[in-house]
């Protein structure tokens, strides 16, 4: 069983940074996010695009906040779970706990959902079979790397997530990774494109171009190989372990919009007098995912909520304790030099 002090839901750029806050004033996080990797949507939306508005960075990569946000949070030793969907929460005790969607418990004295536009849930292709072979074979998410090496793989899709992972695995496997895509061109950044296309010379990829998976074949109750045709109804049986259908991920409120809190507009209302504080006493909502009047879904702004919300959890946590505001210029952050 998972415990701390607070559980973040969403490992976007405001649940990173709450990570700081908390650990400034001493209060453990766990961060829990349906993305196998954390970021939010500037890592799965905008990764490469450059942000004009943080504070003190004139001009940074979406990509790059994200590793640094991460290593801003790093010396508080944050807990993560990803690639599972909050669910479900009860009450035990003083703690809240919740359930994912793979079984995980987590217990919390404190939640914190930071869950952005929603979870973000793959845009599943609609052919026959595909949940019957979900994570059998068909994978939504890259969860642990490792585990598909040296596996037959095939990839769907056209933007930088798919182009990324052809990449990244066709430089680790012993087979060649087959990259389906149903136009010419690709959506992705300009580098990875041309990486493709030098892989593919090199017969690290086999490219499938104005292709589409359209049945899929299994064994023993798992992913066997994939039927693919092209543009000129000529078809194709690719072998497969792992089929990796990446076209985007679409943010869906979810199992949070049924937890009681108040709904407006698919956004949760918080009490912006009160630390971003939901009608669930001890459960706070920041970033994106947050509605009061004046509200403005900017990331800074989402920081500024965070460091708020941080204060509000510490009066619940602590009820009888002095909360003093410290500068870091003078008490430091331990883990930094
Ligand atoms: C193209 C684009 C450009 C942008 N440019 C800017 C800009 O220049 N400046 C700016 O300030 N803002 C910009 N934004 C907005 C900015 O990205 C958001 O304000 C910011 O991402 C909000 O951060 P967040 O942490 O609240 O949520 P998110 O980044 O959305 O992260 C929320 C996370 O919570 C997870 N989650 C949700 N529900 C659950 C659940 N039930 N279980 C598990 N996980 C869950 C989601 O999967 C997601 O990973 C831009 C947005 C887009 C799309």
Redesign the pocket.
């Known amino acids: 069983m998972i415990k701390t002090d607070i559980l973040i839901?969403?490992?976007?750029?405001?649940?990173?940074f709450a990570v700081f806050e908390a650990g400034l004033m001493k209060l453990r996080c766990h961060l829990?996010?349906?993305?196998s990797v954390?970021?939010?949507?500037?890592?799965?939306?905008?990764p490469k695009?450059p942000?004009?508005?943080?504070p003190g960075y004139p001009k940074i990569l979406?990509g790059k906040l994200i590793s640094n946000l991460l290593k801003q949070a790093k010396p508080f030793k944050p807990g993560f779970t990803l690639g599972?969907?909050?669910?479900s929460f009860k009450k035990v005790g003083d703690f809240f706990e919740i359930s994912?969607n793979m079984g995980t418990k987590l217990q919390g004295k404190v939640i914190f959902?930071?869950?952005?536009?929603?979870?973000?849930e793959p845009r599943k292709p609609k052919i026959s079979l595909i949940d019957k072979f979900e994570r059998k074979g068909i994978e939504f998410y890259v969860k642990d790397p490792d585990a598909y090496l040296n596996k037959k793989i095939s990839i769907s899709g056209g933007g930088d997530s798919a182009l990324d992972w052809a990449i990244y695995f066709s430089k680790k496997s012993k087979y060649p990774i087959n990259l389906i895509h149903r136009s010419k061109s690709f959506r992705a950044n300009k580098d990875s494109v041309d990486k493709i296309f030098e892989l593919s010379k090199a017969g690290k990829i086999n490219l499938y171009l104005d292709s589409e998976v359209f049945s899929i074949n299994g064994r023993n109750n798992h992913l066997k190989s994939l039927s693919v045709k092209d543009r000129n109804e000529i078809n194709y049986t690719l072998e497969t372990d792992y089929w990796f259908p990446l076209f985007g991920?679409v943010?869906k409120?979810?199992?949070?919009g049924n937890w009681g809190l108040d709904i407006v507009k698919n956004a949760i209302k918080v009490d912006n007098t009160n630390n971003y504080s939901t009608n669930i006493k001890g459960i706070f909502a920041?970033?994106?995912?947050n509605t009061y009047d004046g509200k403005l879904?900017?990331?800074?702004?989402?920081f500024h909520e965070a460091t708020l919300a941080v204060h509000g959890a510490y009066e619940i946590i602590y009820p009888d304790k002095k909360k003093t505001l410290k500068y870091t210029t003078i008490q430091g952050v331990s883990g930094f030099d």
Request: hydrophobic share 45%.
């Open positions: 839901i969403g490992a976007g750029p405001v649940g990173l829990i996010d349906i993305v954390p970021g939010g949507q500037l890592t799965e939306l905008y695009k942000i004009y508005d943080i979406a599972e969907r909050a669910e994912t959902i930071a869950g952005g536009l929603g979870s973000m991920l943010p409120l979810g199992p949070i920041i970033g994106d995912i879904k900017l990331i800074l702004c989402g």
